[in-house]
């Protein structure tokens, strides 16, 4: 079972930037396809952005895309979301996931959670 830690998250102003890092367990992580997901108070958790084992393609959710972009480090077995220009609706938990091989943007379709990192966006 692989294991995900979320870090970078914090509070900042509208505007903003933050990269958020996903470090999973080592042995298996290339192997894995990884998304990000978001979930604010009484909303349901949302889908961001992922990215394949490896091919490094990409998927946005398209209140992201030109903002955020997701990439990963195999070699650190590490995922990395960068977002910019930062809203106040971006203010949410933001969890890191990973599934077997296969890239989605369901989030019934990934098997591994991270605890999540609160992101904070004032305005």
């Known amino acids: 079972q692989v294991q995900l830690v979320e870090s970078g998250g914090g509070l900042v102003q509208a505007g903003d930037s933050l990269r958020l890092s996903c470090a999973a367990s080592?042995?298996?992580?290339?192997?894995?396809?990884m998304g990000w997901f978001r979930q604010a108070p009484g909303k349901e958790r949302e889908f961001v952005g992922c990215?394949?084992?490896?091919?490094?393609?990409?998927y946005y959710a398209s209140s992201v895309k030109g903002r955020f972009t997701i990439s990963r480090d195999n070699a650190k077995n590490t995922v990395y979301l960068q977002m910019n220009s930062l809203k106040p609706e971006d203010t949410a938990v933001y969890y890191c996931?990973?599934?077997?091989?296969?890239?989605?943007?369901?989030?019934?379709?990934?098997?591994?959670w991270g605890q999540g990192t609160q992101v904070t966006v004032s305005s």
């Open positions: 996931a990973a599934r077997r091989w296969g890239i989605s943007t369901s989030r019934y379709n990934y098997d591994h």
């Open positions: 080592e042995g298996t992580f290339s192997g894995f396809a």
């Open positions: 990215i394949s084992a490896t091919s490094g393609t990409t």
